[in-house]
């Protein structure tokens, strides 16, 4: 039964990822914001997390503290946007820079070795290696919870009148203007808490990998792009709202592509051949539901 | 909204995850005679790849014949550091007698994630990444080989080739562990030898050769660390000293055969045989060896190098040069 392996890695790996994906989804689906900013804020996540557990503070406000700096490199991007009317991918590529700089002066390395650390995922692997060999169940099963409960309570937020005004805001600037709402602000907001969950995605891999570096942001964008594609194009979309939609394709399509990811590393593919493998099954995947249509694929952004 | 929905996703992912379980408390039989050595590399390099072949080759000597009674499984991230994590798991899930980690995130993640030995290579810092305590007392089941360069010797080489050099300029990438380590060791040496060290930040090949004519401008000669990065890029160093006329010091023989003018270099085919002597020992079953470091005192000098940067070679280096190259290799 070792063919199915990759599907446990994919499952452990694309739940980790998915806050990104969920990051970059929520910002381009209901903020209408190509926001390139995770590919630095998930890196810059577990560089904090990394630097301020190596100063011996207690984790969960290490964990906190990245949220936190995530949500500043977030709020950076949507300032320099709004503030300065710079491009929306010019302003993610400057904070992207900006995280990578700050990355390394709060690291004072460009790699943090977490090999110490005893995570949730040392005690939930020693449960799995105790109950389920090959398998971990408890891993992915913590996992699931997690991304259930997140999702869950960002459904709720999305679906308040706050939510609301936040997406309308997005879409619609000039629409919020004429309705009193403060749309600089709520896409300040917005970013914020997306790229906060991306710098959570950073500290959950960092802890699952033992290692926190500043190169491991590099092709986040692309993967959690082409997770948010494969999740849109594969979940039937009748009987859910938007923003259930999105979040649930993002979850689905990360743990999806991961287990592509995890199928084509496990043939042993040469290194020159492992990108093409990936961009192939990602085709193969998006060519299968080519006929779909609806508002998210009809050239996208309305 | 809608919490039906999310209770339905919940036990789906429940019902695969138990799906899997049920699936892996079969356990299929392993063949008893033949050894699994996995590989885990971040990326190919040809020093890394050097590292890999003569792994495989100093094994075939102690009686592992690969295809016979060893069988390798190798993962290449091919440079994505995301993918270390992923490729980590799948190895642990193979139950392979030992994981060879190369390069320093691979070897954390396979570190994290394996339930065998793990042998780690070409870490510079293996105490500084977290791997090993000390590295005169290898971990029970982590030990390896480190390719930290000799940048004492090498500095003291820069000085014996070039006495009037007073200040040297250093291209590094600070976003690679190596180069961190390389930059510190490196200021840590140089003023003893009367060298003031000019750094020159690089992030990316493309920023090699801006970089390299900036320093250029204010040295008096150039230098790199243990950098992939401007390695990969170092052909356009080699231009500007060129064009500059100042010497440009290396720390591998590979770089030197490119054009170079000199260094003192760890041998990565002499590192991949010391790393294959300790997988050979832990597939016996030792435990607790401790970690390695490929002392490279091996002089490599290139002469049409020299020739061009307007540089003449001492006799004595000369001398005691392990070997000297006549033409640049394109």
Not at chain 1, 53 to 63: C, G, I, R, S, T
Not at chain 1, 223 to 250: C, D, N, Y
Request: aromatic share 6%; charged share 15%; net charge positive.
């Amino acid at each position: 039964m070792n063919w199915l392996v990759p599907i446990d890695i994919g499952l452990t790996m694309g739940l980790i990822l998915a806050w990104a994906v969920i990051a970059l989804a929520l910002a381009f689906r209901l903020l209408h914001f190509p926001d390139l900013t995770i590919e630095g804020s998930l890196p810059l996540g577990a560089a904090v997390f990394a630097a301020l557990y190596k100063h011996d503070v207690p984790w969960p406000l290490a964990v906190f503290g990245a949220f936190a700096v995530g949500a500043l490199a977030g709020s950076l991007t949507a300032l320099l946007h709004v503030k300065f009317r710079m491009n929306k991918f010019l302003a993610g590529i400057l904070v992207v820079a900006i995280s990578y700089s700050l990355s390394l002066r709060l690291m004072g390395a460009s790699n943090i070795g977490l090999l110490q650390l005893h995570s949730i995922f040392d005690t939930l692997e020693q449960w799995d290696k105790n109950f389920s060999g090959d398998f971990h169940v408890a891993t992915i099963a913590f996992l699931a919870v997690l991304a259930t409960v997140g999702a869950a309570f960002l459904l709720r937020g999305l679906s308040s009148l706050y939510g609301m005004r936040l997406r309308v805001a997005g879409s619609n600037p000039e629409y919020a203007r004429s309705l009193g709402i403060n749309a600089l602000r709520k896409l300040v907001i917005g970013l914020a808490i997306t790229n906060g969950l991306a710098a959570l995605s950073g500290v959950l891999l960092a802890m699952k990998q033992g290692f926190a570096d500043v190169g491991m942001g590099q092709g986040v964008l692309i993967l959690a792009l082409a997770a948010m594609t494969i999740g849109e194009r594969l979940l039937p979309q009748r009987r859910l709202s938007m923003q259930a939609f999105v979040l649930v394709a993002a979850i689905l399509g990360s743990i999806l592509y991961q287990i592509l990811v995890s199928y084509a590393v496990r043939a042993g593919l040469a290194p020159t051949d492992l990108k093409l493998a990936t961009a192939v099954l990602v085709l193969f995947v998006i060519a299968l539901r080519f006929s779909r249509n609806g508002e998210l694929f009809e050239g996208g952004i309305k | 909204m809608k919490p039906k929905r999310i209770v339905v996703t919940l036990l789906i992912i429940a019902a695969i995850v138990a799906a899997v379980w049920l699936a892996g408390r079969t356990k299929t039989a392993k063949p008893v005679e033949t050894k699994t050595v996995a590989i885990a590399t971040l990326m190919s390099h040809p020093a890394l790849d050097a590292v890999q072949e003569n792994l495989k080759k100093e094994l075939a000597k102690e009686g592992y014949i690969e295809g016979q009674n060893i069988r390798y499984l190798v993962r290449n991230a091919s440079g994505q550091v995301q993918l270390a994590a992923n490729i980590a798991s799948e190895l642990a899930s193979q139950n392979a007698d030992a994981v060879v980690a190369i390069t320093t995130p691979m070897a954390q993640a396979v570190a994290k994630a394996a339930r065998c030995p793990v042998v780690f290579a070409a870490v510079t810092d293996p105490v500084g990444a977290g791997l090993v305590k000390s590295l005169d007392h290898g971990e029970e089941n982590i030990t390896g080989t480190s390719d930290a360069w000799p940048y004492e010797d090498q500095l003291k080489l820069i000085r014996q080739i070039s006495p009037n050099a007073k200040r040297l300029g250093v291209l590094y990438n600070p976003g690679e562990a190596a180069s961190q380590y390389g930059i510190k060791e490196i200021k840590k040496f140089a003023p003893a030898l009367g060298f003031e060290i000019i750094e020159g930040a690089v992030s990316s090949t493309t920023d090699v050769y801006p970089v390299a004519h900036n320093l250029a401008g204010r040295t008096d000669a150039l230098f790199l660390s243990s950098d992939n990065t401007v390695i990969a890029g170092v052909a356009s160093a080699i231009k500007v000293a060129v064009e500059r006329k100042m010497p440009l010091y290396v720390g591998d023989s590979g770089t030197v055969e490119k054009g170079g003018l000199a260094a003192v270099s760890v041998g990565y085919a002499e590192l991949g045989t010391k790393t294959g002597v300790i997988v050979g020992r832990v597939l016996k079953g030792e435990k607790n060896i401790p970690t390695v470091v490929a002392h490279g005192d091996e002089i490599y000098l290139n002469k049409k190098a020299a020739e061009l940067m307007g540089v003449t070679l001492p006799e004595e280096v000369l001398k005691r040069a392990t070997k000297v190259y006549e033409e640049i290799k394109e």
